[in-house]
């Protein structure tokens, strides 16, 4: 499918409600790149790009015009079977992704039979100086290690990161409440000698009261340990 085609597909799926909702919420993207496409569309799309086998030539294409464009990038680069290709275009694609949405959406299932690889990058990742590549690292740190396969160096190497951006910060916040949910008595030392920057050390906490899998009385302890300025 040509770039006009596939302007021309992307804009017949226009809703226009979800589009003012999108732009609400994605501030980081500009109003006139958002056609208002949902999800379920896309990933339809993505699919269909996998299945013709004509996704190469889609995925060259960067940077796109369009944030439904780099959604749908994201999704193709998730549904790749092949570990190699995948890695390789997921690389070349992270230095474009500029939003949230687009970052935390694309989640490449083919990682999960090969996390000695995705680690290695994970280490790299972190260590960027471009705000979405480190969100997806600690993001695929969060997704894939913090279970069966949870090493206390993770949080250490979360722990280590030091940004300005709202992004980073926030989804290592994101990653702390979740640690704290899977593997408390492991990640509560973290929390108790402060370890994170106050309003990320704080956000942290207050993600964790708000969740459902951290205890009450865990609750009651971590609000004792918010930061005070």
Known sequence: MNKTDLHKKLYSLQDLKYR????KIIPTVSPESIIGVRTPELKTMAKDFLKAGD???????LPHKYFEENQLQAF????????????????KFLPYVDNWATCDQMSPKIFRKHKDVL??????????????TIRFGVGMLMEHFLDEDYDPQY?????G??????????????????????????????????????WTHNKA?????????????????????????
């Open 155 to 159: 949080p250490e190497m979360v722990a």
């Open 55 to 61: 996704h190469k030539d889609f995925l060259g294409e």
């Open 119 to 132: 680690l290695a990058h994970i280490k790299e990742w972190i260590r960027s100086d471009k705000t979405y």
């Open 205 to 229: 906490i207050q993600k964790s009261v708000e969740s459902s899998r951290i205890r009450d009385e865990q609750k009651i302890y971590l609000k004792t340990l918010k930061a005070t300025h």
């Open 76 to 91: 193709i680069i998730s549904g790749i079977k092949d570990p190699e290709e995948c890695m390789e275009e997921l690389e």
């Open 20 to 23: 003012d909702m999108q732009i």
């Open 161 to 198: 990161i030091r940004s300005e951006e709202y992004y980073v910060n926030m989804m290592i916040a994101w990653y702390f409440a979740t640690a704290l949910s899977k593997q408390y008595e492991s990640i509560l030392p973290f929390i108790e000698g402060k370890r994170l920057e106050d």
